[in-house]
């Protein structure tokens, strides 16, 4: 069994090597893995991250990198790690030891002992982590669990171990607007839990802000659901049906009883309302379009600058 290790980095020069070292010897001392190889994807970090994964990879030429020419975000980074890597198993893992290896272990045993196609680590508790992103997280499984086909269990992680044909599936969805944990539900396949205690991140700092994780979790509900398009519809039907029944009283109570229908105020409320679902059924609209734009234009997830793989002389991959 050879293990892949897939780590997205950016911005992680104080820990990388910590982490590489801790990891590699839980990997050494597993006993369902032969063989290991990493694949950190140096996501365009603006610090020495890359000199360091240099370092690394001088004296274990099992730990391969590949560096992108900017920052593409960690679902790029994902990506590509997955594309890179050779192993039969693959694990993707934080760079930032939030990711406790000591569950390396009990993951490669379900899947080698249990047949479990991929096993995803899954937080206890969220102790250390700010009260206010852990309450709108939950809240956010929560509708997008209602919302949307693929069922995506709360306080889950990237942290995943997988099978070389669970990992070939989800490369298969090549979609430019990748939300991995949506994919992961997605493919289906066989798949087991453990749970463990947040770890909090010991150096370095997250790399995510409250506008990046809004942003992160419209990507996920555009991606795996269109139930946002349906409300904007049934909205605008509903308020037709309304608008006309209102209309026909209006007429029925100025020709059959000839009252004279006053209410400037009705007027103006019903104008700002109408106005108001029309540009947020438009809003609902455009962001399926911007995403459909971006993948019409069928861009490369990433680009990569250099990597341990390319024979630097004829740029060619070996
Ligand atoms: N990461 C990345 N590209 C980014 C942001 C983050 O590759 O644009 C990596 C980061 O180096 C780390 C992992 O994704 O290995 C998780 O990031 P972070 O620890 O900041 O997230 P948190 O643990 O706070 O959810
Ligand atoms: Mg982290």
């Known amino acids: 069994m050879l293990l892949s290790l897939v780590v997205p980095c950016y911005n992680e020069e104080d820990i990388i090597e910590?982490?590489?070292?801790?990891?590699?010897?839980?990997?050494?001392?597993?006993?369902?893995?032969?063989?290991?190889?990493?694949?950190?994807?140096?996501?365009?970090?603006?610090?020495?991250?890359?000199?360091?994964?240099?370092?690394?990879?001088?004296?274990?030429?099992?730990?391969?990198?590949?560096?992108?020419?900017?920052?593409?975000?960690?679902?790029?980074?994902?990506?590509?790690?997955?594309?890179?890597?050779?192993?039969?198993?693959?694990?993707?893992?934080?760079?930032?030891?939030?990711?406790?290896?000591?569950?390396?272990?009990?993951?490669?045993?379900?899947?080698?002992?249990?047949?479990?196609?991929?096993?995803?680590?899954?937080?206890?508790?969220?102790?250390?982590?700010?009260?206010?992103?852990?309450?709108?997280?939950?809240?956010?499984?929560?509708?997008?669990?209602?919302?949307?086909?693929?069922?995506?269990?709360?306080?889950?992680?990237?942290?995943?171990?997988?099978?070389?044909?669970?990992?070939?599936?989800?490369?298969?969805?090549?979609?430019?607007?990748?939300?991995?944990?949506?994919?992961?539900?997605?493919?289906?396949?066989n798949n087991a839990t453990i749970k463990y205690e947040n770890v909090e991140r010991e150096l370095g700092e997250s790399k995510w802000n409250f506008f990046k994780l809004l942003k992160y979790s419209m990507e996920g509900i555009i991606s795996f659901s269109t139930v946002p398009l349906m409300i904007s519809s049934l909205l605008g039907f509903l308020l037709c049906f309304f608008s006309i029944l209102i209309f026909l009283i209006f007429i029925i109570k100025y020709f059959v009883f000839g009252e004279i229908v006053k209410g400037f105020l009705t007027l103006i409320c019903s104008i700002f309302l109408l106005g108001g679902v029309q540009l947020l059924s438009i809003g609902v609209l455009g962001q399926y379009l911007s995403k459909a734009y971006l993948e019409v234009k069928n861009r490369p997830v990433y680009i990569v600058k250099e990597s341990s793989d390319i024979n630097e002389k004829n740029k060619k991959y070996i």
Do not use: C
């Open 18 to 189: 910590k982490f590489y070292k801790i990891t590699s010897q839980y990997v050494r001392e597993n006993k369902h893995i032969n063989d290991y190889e990493f694949v950190f994807i140096n996501d365009g970090s603006k610090d020495r991250t890359l000199e360091k994964l240099k370092k690394i990879n001088s004296f274990d030429k099992k730990a391969r990198y590949v560096s992108f020419s900017r920052n593409f975000g960690k679902e790029a980074a994902i990506y590509s790690g997955l594309q890179h890597s050779k192993g039969d198993l693959i694990v993707l893992m934080d760079a930032d030891l939030q990711h406790p290896p000591y569950l390396l272990e009990e993951m490669s045993r379900k899947i080698v002992e249990e047949s479990y196609d991929s096993v995803g680590a899954v937080r206890a508790d969220r102790k250390g982590e700010n009260k206010i992103r852990a309450y709108l997280s939950k809240k956010f499984y929560t509708f997008i669990n209602s919302i949307s086909d693929v069922k995506m269990e709360a306080n889950s992680t990237d942290y995943r171990m997988m099978t070389r044909q669970f990992v070939d599936s989800v490369l298969s969805l090549s979609e430019y607007n990748r939300f991995t944990k949506g994919i992961f539900s997605w493919v289906g396949y």
